[in-house]
């Protein structure tokens, strides 16, 4: 069965530091996609990234970047220089493709932070 | 673009009551979605549509009907509703680029927030 974990519940920071949420999935399947979603206090989902199974190179999109590492089964978020606008919750998703049409998220990870 | 519109945004109900939710994409989105945000434990499904006319259950599908009967349309229904279906409901649609395969992200509405006395 698929399962996603995002151990970190809270995590707090100040501005301009970096910071890394952290995602650990189980799947059966070799055919997946992995997702990460921001949640700010308007209460809205936004779609981050999107990384299927057969690619492991890392993204980098301004100051976000994305680790997948298979062999860890991971798929770390950074923020670089956070500001206090990436204060959210975040939360990591799964969906494995072949008859998968079941997106399994984690229970997300909110992030303070602080002028 | 509208996107993904729920309605209504906030409802009280009585136990015991009932009441529908509506989606409506405007994607021409073969795959809808009905999650469930509760505190502290993420998203959790409870129903999907992975086309019109079928639906199929999630990982908590109790308490809860619903029916796709046009595409763009997904229907969540509460027949008799119970405090511990006090949550925010947030319906969802995605694409397949190819065919049975899922994979595109998920287009989310902005949530219906439902309390139940």
């Known amino acids: 069965a698929q399962k996603v974990t995002q151990a970190q519940t809270e995590i707090s920071v100040v501005e301009k530091e970096d910071v890394t949420l952290d995602c650990v999935y189980e799947?059966?399947?070799?055919?997946?996609?992995l997702f990460w979603y921001k949640q700010p206090p308007s209460g809205e989902l936004v779609f981050l990234i999107r990384?299927?199974?057969?690619?492991?190179q890392n993204e980098i999109s301004g100051r976000y970047s994305w680790n997948f590492q298979k062999s860890t089964s991971s798929f770390n978020f950074t923020i670089t220089a956070s500001q206090v606008v990436d204060s959210a919750v975040y939360f990591c998703?799964?969906?494995?493709?072949?008859?998968?049409?079941?997106?399994?998220f984690g229970p997300g990870t909110r992030l303070s932070v602080l002028p | 673009n509208a996107g993904v519109t729920q309605t209504p945004k906030f409802r009280v109900l009585k136990t015991g009551q009932s009441m529908t939710l509506l989606c409506a994409q405007d994607?021409?989105?073969?795959?809808m979605y009905w999650y469930r945000q509760d505190p502290g434990m993420g998203l959790r499904l409870i129903h999907y549509?992975?086309?019109?006319?079928?639906?199929a259950k999630g990982e908590v599908p109790d308490g809860y009907n619903v029916s796709r009967l046009k595409k763009q349309n997904f229907l969540l229904g509460l027949e008799s509703a119970a405090p511990s279906q006090t949550s925010v409901y947030f319906c969802?649609?995605?694409?397949?680029?190819?065919?049975?395969?899922?994979?595109?992200?998920?287009?989310f509405g902005e949530g219906s927030r439902l309390t139940v006395l």
């Open positions: 969802a649609s995605s694409y397949s680029t190819s065919g049975v395969i899922n994979t595109g992200e998920l287009f």
């Open positions: 799947t059966r399947d070799t055919t997946y996609y």
């Open positions: 990384r299927n199974s057969f690619d492991e």
């Open positions: 998703a799964l969906s494995e493709a072949w008859g998968g049409q079941n997106f399994v």
């Open positions: 994607m021409n989105h073969e795959y």
């Open positions: 549509s992975v086309g019109e006319g079928t639906t």
